[in-house]
């Protein structure tokens, strides 16, 4: 019941934001009496919360898929970053949706982007770390390059959802990002 909730909830959102989105519209998506949503989920607030986790748990699940799937630390990194930008070609509608009121419920979304941001950091570490042992990578400070791999994500991130709000230039640009990190910007 809550799964349905929160996936009723994500397209409710998505159409109509997450201010005019009113719980009888998500129970009536949903095919369930609004006295059981509140059984669930107290609040509107309380449904966007689960999904912003749901969306952290599968963004997760899938990096770690994905980055599994390949051998190479290089294999790795560029299926972390294709995943990575992936999943906010996926979410860029329901984002987009809520931009405008994401500051009403940052301080939630703080916390969970923070728990995300330490998995996150934590996986790409583990990554250039192998790099360097396998002499894949040319790093000498893992942390300072985790750091900047993952700055770059944020502003992708925010680029796409809050300024470009059209996901179509993810691939081109994803590429050519992936080219400028593998091969760098000088002449050699």
């Known amino acids: ?9 994500i397209n409710i959102f998505a159409r109509f934001g997450f201010r005019k989105t009113t719980m009888d519209e998500i129970a009536r998506a949903a095919h369930v009496a609004k006295s059981s949503i509140y059984h669930y989920f107290p609040s509107k ?13 599968t963004l997760l699940a899938d ?11 290089q294999e790795k990194l560029r299926a972390f970053f294709k995943t990575r930008l992936q999943a906010m070609d996926k979410a860029t509608n329901f984002y987009g ?9 940052y301080a939630y979304i703080e916390v969970v982007r923070k728990k995300l941001d330490l998995q996150e950091m934590k996986f ?4 250039l770390e192998e ?8 790093v000498v400070d893992p942390d300072v390059l985790m750091i900047g791999f993952h700055a770059l994500l944020r ?19 994803q590429e050519a990002l992936l080219g400028i990190l593998f091969n760098g910007v000088m002449i050699r």
């Open 45 to 57: 607030e309380k449904i966007f919360e689960a999904i912003i986790e749901k969306e952290t748990r």
């Open 131 to 138: 790099g360097i042992r396998a002499g894949a990578f040319a």
């Open 1 to 9: 019941m809550k799964d349905i909730v929160v996936a009723e909830a």
């Open 63 to 73: 990096v770690h898929q994905a980055v599994n799937a390949v051998e190479s630390p």
């Open 97 to 105: 949706a809520i931009v405008d009121e994401y500051f009403e419920h």
């Open 155 to 173: 502003g992708l991130e925010y680029y796409f959802i809050a300024v470009e709000k059209k996901i179509e230039k993810v691939t081109e640009i």
């Open 124 to 127: 790409l570490r583990g990554i």
